[in-house]
């Protein structure tokens, strides 16, 4: 069973640019939750989708962006990229019978800005 | 909003030393409660979560976390800790309560390193 893909793996972006970021999760999963994980900051909740609706938002400005496709493959999308972006973002699905938090993490898409 | 505090950053065990991981969280409210490990170069995983009834949960490699409500925590524990347990480990809590969906709260994660 194929687990949750992430790509690109890495990226490296200028200041200014825009990123978007692919999530493939595991077939049958419907959830996807993104965070950004830094050596500062840990592990921070980005958004959570549910059939193709957020339905949960972190405490992020609104450059960081998000959308889930039909067949629940997600993207996000950050805008005007800042040094501080540099992270390594994770993907996360899961299904009503994984339980509520009961995750599969992709490996990660690490963003460096320079 | 909920926060999680991993007291321990850093810890280094021998071989076959116990191990006791602290895990606080500030809710009042009901709380679903997970660890989660991530092995050198390797994704995120849960190790074992509890959502209600016997607060002893017993997880993945013989890992186990004790949920204590009076002292909003959930220590995690492993009687004998094996190289193989080298890892960072990260605590994390869901408030149902709050509309939190899935949405998870991690603590700052404690580096294990396991001398042979």
């Known amino acids: 069973k194929a687990g949750v893909t992430q790509t690109p793996r890495y990226l490296i972006k200028t200041r200014g640019q825009q990123v978007t970021l692919s999530c493939s999760p595991i077939s049958g999963h419907r959830s996807v939750s993104w965070y950004q994980q830094t050596p500062g900051q840990g592990l921070q909740f980005l958004f959570e989708?549910?059939?193709?609706?957020?339905?949960n938002k972190g405490n992020f400005p609104g450059r960081f962006s998000g959308r889930q496709f039909s067949n629940s493959r997600s993207e996000m999308n950050v805008s005007t990229l800042e040094l501080g972006d540099s992270a390594l973002y994770l993907c996360?699905?899961?299904?009503?019978?994984?339980?509520?938090?009961?995750?599969?993490f992709g490996s990660g898409t690490r963003l460096t800005v320079v | 909003a909920q926060s999680v505090s991993q007291h321990n950053h850093h810890v280094i065990l021998s071989e076959a030393a116990s191990l006791e991981l602290g895990c606080n969280y500030s809710?009042?409210?009901?709380?679903?409660l997970f660890w989660y490990v991530q092995y050198p170069g390797q994704h995120l995983q849960l190790l074992l979560k509890y959502f209600s009834g016997d607060p002893l949960v017993k997880g993945i490699k013989g890992f186990e976390a004790e949920f204590i409500k009076s002292k909003f925590s959930f220590n995690l524990r492993k009687p004998s800790v094996q190289w193989s347990d080298t890892a960072e480990y990260f605590c994390?809590?869901?408030?149902?309560?709050?509309?939190?969906?899935?949405?998870?709260?991690f603590g700052g994660g404690t580096r294990l390193m396991v001398k042979p």
């Open positions: 994390a809590v869901n408030a149902p309560g709050n509309n939190a969906g899935n949405m998870l709260t």
């Open positions: 989708y549910f059939s193709e609706t957020q339905r």
């Open positions: 996360a699905s899961s299904s009503p019978g994984t339980g509520v938090g009961g995750y599969t």
């Open positions: 809710y009042g409210g009901t709380v679903n």
